[in-house]
């Protein structure tokens, strides 16, 4: 169940959320791994410098142990020593100034805290210790707090404050790269909010405004490409609306003449002879071929219309023209009149064509 509804629940997820999540995880885990990377680095080096130094003033207590083996020939007593020397860095019995001293193999002979005093040390932490040589010989290790992961108030305070100030930074450049994050998202998001805006307009049948996103970028060449196509749907409507208007102009005159005709043989004012009736029958004729000819006209707009191409007389195409005009004008006080050429070109045309460009 939970495996079908997730992607569901992911597509539900807008754009902006999508970028802005992604985004702080990226800022997560790269800040995350900075300042694991940065803590573990300063930190060493911070340890690193204090065991130097503790070790630097460890040399003064390796010398009276080297010289009591060398007297002794065994450890037996040692503590004399390291009490004689006194406390060191915060107390010698203190975190930080712990002092453990071993064999060469690595077993504890003494240390100044029993509380962190080891069984063995391990091989690996024995090459960090310092060696006590006599006559050529390790005779024992010594082995100074840092090294044993112990260290005075000061300096635990001072690990304490390293990691706290990269933690301070690793926050502080999370929510500056989050804010900085939400801007850019705002802004790599606001040209899909105009085109869904926009085509939004667009299936609504807003298409008089322009598509507001442009560029040279991927975004805005799809705003280009969806304002060209804006255009075109406004080129086709328009197309539309010339086509319904010329197939309402084209079946009215037919309509017109013809009811024109026959109102004049009822009125008396021409007679229903065989001229007339045929002129009647001529427009019916005509009337129906407009009808059949609607799909021509949706050919024509995609300029696909066919032509039947044939010798015209012009002069009596426009005399019979212009017969149509006088009937449609009969009542109205209006004539028509016929001015043309003696002598018109020859013309190769579809004469119905041609009739539905005059009329």
Same mark, same amino acid.
């Given at each position: 169940?939970?495996?079908?509804?997730?992607?569901?629940?992911?597509?539900?997820? +807008?754009?902006? +959320?999508?970028?802005?999540?992604?985004?702080?995880? !990226?800022?997560?885990?790269?800040?995350?791994?900075?300042?694991?990377?940065?803590?573990?680095?300063?930190?060493?080096?911070?340890?690193?410098?204090?065991?130097?130094?503790?070790?630097?003033?460890?040399?003064?207590?390796?010398?009276?142990?080297?010289?009591?083996?060398?007297?002794?020939?065994?450890?037996?007593?040692?503590?004399?020593?390291? #009490?004689?020397?006194?406390?060191?860095?915060?107390?010698?019995?203190?975190?930080?100034?712990?002092?453990?001293?071993?064999?060469?193999?690595?077993?504890?002979?003494?240390?100044?805290?029993? +509380?962190?005093?080891?069984?063995?040390? #391990?091989?690996?932490?024995?090459?960090?210790?310092?060696?006590?040589?006599?006559?050529?010989?390790?005779?024992?290790?010594?082995?100074?707090?840092?090294?044993?992961?112990?260290?005075?108030?000061?300096?635990?305070?001072?690990?304490?404050?390293?990691?706290?100030?990269?933690?301070?930074?690793?926050?502080?450049?999370?929510?500056?790269?989050?804010?900085?994050?939400?801007?850019?998202?705002?802004?790599?998001?606001?040209?899909?909010?105009?085109?869904?805006? !926009?085509?939004?307009?667009?299936?609504?049948?807003?298409?008089?405004?322009?598509?507001?996103?442009?560029?040279?970028?991927?975004?805005?060449?799809?705003? !280009?490409?969806?304002?060209?196509?804006?255009?075109?749907?406004?080129?086709?409507?328009?197309?539309?609306?010339?086509?319904?208007?010329?197939?309402?102009?084209?079946?009215?005159?037919?309509? !017109?003449?013809?009811?024109?005709?026959?109102?004049?043989?009822?009125?008396?004012?021409?007679?229903?002879?065989?001229?007339?009736?045929?002129?009647?029958?001529?427009?019916?004729?005509?009337?129906?071929?407009?009808?059949?000819?609607?799909?021509?006209?949706?050919?024509?707009?995609?300029?696909?219309?066919?032509?039947?191409?044939?010798?015209?007389?012009?002069?009596?195409?426009?005399?019979?023209?212009?017969?149509?005009?006088?009937?449609?004008?009969?009542?109205?006080?209006?004539?028509?009149?016929?001015?043309?050429?003696?002598?018109?070109?020859?013309?190769?045309?579809?004469?119905?064509?041609?009739?539905?460009?005059?009329?």
């Amino acid at each position: 169940m939970f495996r079908k509804e997730a992607p569901t629940r992911i597509r539900e997820i +807008s754009l902006r +959320s999508k970028l802005f999540l992604g985004l702080a995880v !990226a800022v997560f885990a790269s800040l995350g791994a900075v300042y694991w990377l940065a803590t573990n680095l300063l930190i060493s080096d911070a340890m690193g410098y204090i065991a130097a130094e503790h070790a630097t003033q460890a040399m003064g207590i390796k010398s009276s142990l080297a010289d009591y083996y060398a007297t002794n020939g065994s450890w037996s007593g040692v503590g004399n020593v390291f #009490s004689s020397h006194g406390p060191s860095r915060g107390g010698m019995r203190g975190s930080g100034g712990m002092f453990l001293l071993t064999d060469s193999a690595g077993n504890v002979i003494y240390a100044t805290s029993s +509380s962190a005093r080891p069984a063995k040390i #391990s091989p690996r932490l024995r090459a960090r210790g310092i060696p006590i040589i006599v006559a050529g010989k390790t005779v024992g290790i010594l082995f100074t707090g840092p090294l044993l992961g112990q260290f005075t108030d000061v300096e635990a305070r001072l690990l304490a404050s390293i990691q706290r100030t990269v933690a301070y930074a690793a926050a502080i450049s999370v929510g500056i790269a989050l804010l900085i994050g939400i801007v850019l998202v705002r802004i790599i998001t606001a040209p899909f909010v105009r085109l869904t805006a !926009a085509t939004r307009a667009i299936a609504a049948g807003d298409l008089a405004k322009s598509v507001a996103v442009h560029g040279d970028d991927e975004i805005g060449r799809l705003g !280009a490409v969806l304002d060209e196509l804006r255009m075109g749907l406004a080129r086709s409507e328009g197309v539309r609306r010339r086509m319904l208007a010329d197939v309402a102009h084209e079946l009215r005159n037919p309509l !017109a003449i013809v009811r024109a005709k026959i109102e004049a043989m009822l009125d008396g004012v021409q007679p229903a002879d065989e001229e007339n009736l045929v002129k009647v029958n001529e427009q019916l004729e005509h009337l129906a071929g407009l009808i059949d000819d609607l799909q021509d006209i949706a050919l024509a707009e995609a300029h696909e219309l066919p032509l039947h191409r044939k010798p015209v007389d012009l002069e009596a195409f426009l005399r019979g023209v212009a017969a149509d005009a006088r009937v449609l004008l009969s009542g109205t006080g209006k004539e028509f009149q016929l001015d043309i050429p003696p002598v018109l070109p020859a013309v190769t045309a579809d004469p119905q064509r041609l009739h539905q460009i005059v009329w």
